[in-house]
């Protein structure tokens, strides 16, 4: 499944109610943090796999309706 549109407000809710912060979260993923906030903005195409959000979904305890609003919401034109 590909990510349509990050919810990046939505993520970023997620790391500050657990008082965590993107270099937390670059270490959960086991990204440098350049490589977190490529991915964050999408630059160049950039996109979290897979496994690093299976990763994201197991520290933050998310549900599977959670995740689908965060990495798997369609892009509204």
């Known amino acids: 499944m590909e990510v349509k ?12 109610k657990n008082g965590d912060t993107q270099s937390d979260l670059a270490k959960v ?9 490529a991915k964050i903005n999408e630059t160049d195409g950039a996109q979290f796999t ?4 299976a990763a994201i979904k197991k520290a933050y305890a ?3 309706k ?10 509204v034109s």
């Open 50 to 53: 897979q496994n690093e959000i």
């Open 66 to 75: 959670e995740i689908d609003e965060i990495f798997f919401t369609p892009k």
């Open 5 to 16: 549109n990050l919810n990046k407000q939505l993520l970023a809710s997620v790391l500050a």
């Open 29 to 37: 993923l086991g990204l440098s943090l350049s490589r977190t906030n």
């Open 62 to 64: 998310l549900t599977a």
